[in-house]
Nanobody
């Protein structure tokens, strides 16, 4: 699976951004697609995940109610809508494929990574 993420940028606290992740490859339709983030000096952490072919979604507690993961199967694209952004959401965001929700929440199981996209939230 090949992944390309884009849509990052700078925004003030309380603002919104939408990240996109374009997927390609033979097996992406059977994969769980997820978003991770890594802030300076911190470990990469799970943000959200969705089954490509099903309705279930999963979120880190820190983003529940503010972020929404969705997909457009026709465009082979997964989105991360980020609302009510906070300075602590500042990080490089990565889309990823593979794993299961339980392994992803434990920061394991990813077998394909996209390049990161920077999100900066100012107070």
């Amino acid at each position: 699976v090949q992944l390309q993420a884009f849509g990052g940028g700078s925004v003030q606290a309380g603002g919104s951004l939408r990240l996109s992740c374009a997927a390609s490859g033979r097996t992406f339709s059977r994969k769980v697609i997820s978003w991770f983030r890594q802030a300076p000096g911190k470990e990469r952490e799970f943000v959200a995940a969705a089954h490509w072919a099903g309705p279930n979604t999963y979120y880190a507690d820190s983003v529940k109610g503010r972020f929404t993961i969705s997909r457009n199967n026709a465009k082979n694209t997964v989105y991360l809508q980020m609302n009510s952004l906070k300075p602590e959401d500042t990080a490089v965001y990565y889309c990823a494929a593979g794993g299961t929700p339980s392994t992803l929440i434990a920061n394991r199981g990813v077998d394909s990574w996209g390049q990161g996209t920077q999100v900066t939230v100012s107070s």
